[in-house]
């Protein structure tokens, strides 16, 4: 993975006279992107200790000086300047990203740039696609991605993906003034999980049953099924909807369970799911 990112020689000195204040050899800065993708994204520039840069950081030495890049951040950094404004006492230094709150765009086809540990899709054994293989991608939804490689379909997790260098669907839920569990935002927290095969999202398919909140616990508990009772990436799925709604305001605990009564039909489609897989 490469980092286009510049820094102007004068912001190269002046990073370089702050990293000497510190006194602890080989400092180094760490360059990364809170909340990217998203209006509320800003870009972070912070000391970094030897050591204390991750391994899936992205190195970029500017001659003497060094940065790390987060590896999750990379594609919201691309095409970024480190500047230096004003004059003795009252220089700063400038970041410009342009890209910093824009969604990351994942390409249609990509070569992995580690080994990564996958599910195969639908069967749900775990396996480890290699680095360096080619793969294309047939969905990414809800911040992981199918991907298809050698003819067989495989499901990367968020946490896969982020470190790949994409991140998506980050949800950004103002907590409601009254310190309740909103419903509304645990079904669009939902809405952001979606089957490995079918890029439609768990509520549109009907997979959800019923969603019962407990205000005094501030817990919730869901029940869903499944498309087919012999789908191996039941518990992957059931797992998505746990993490999305510990992601709502003021969710301390979520429970889902997967129910088989009633089976699941085609006519818990909504209207959505229906236009996407051409039924309307």
Known sequence: MKIDAEVTPEARNYLLS???????????????????????????LAFCPPGEESGEDIRKDFDDLTLYFEAASVP????????????????????KAPNSKKPATPPKTFTLSQDCEALRVPYGNSVTLPEGASVSITQALGGSFTVNYEGNLYRLSPEVTRNLGFQSDVILFEPPEDGLIS?????????????????????????????????ERQSVRVEMTLTSPGCGMGDIIAGDVKGKLLQVPHVEDSQVDIVFDPPWSYDSLDEEARLELGLI
Do not use: F
């Open 183 to 215: 419903e509304q935002q645990c079904w669009d927290a939902m809405r952001l999980v979606y089957d490995p095969e079918i890029p439609v999202n768990v509520v549109s398919l009907g997979l959800i049953y019923k969603l019962e909140i407990d205000q």
């Open 76 to 95: 919201y950094l691309q095409e970024m300047e480190i500047g230096l404004h004003g004059e003795g006492s009252l220089q700063t230094l400038t970041i």
């Open 18 to 44: 702050l990293l000497a204040k510190q006194e602890v050899p080989g400092m180094a800065a760490r360059v990364y992107v809170e909340k990217g993708g998203t209006q509320q994204a800003e870009t972070c």
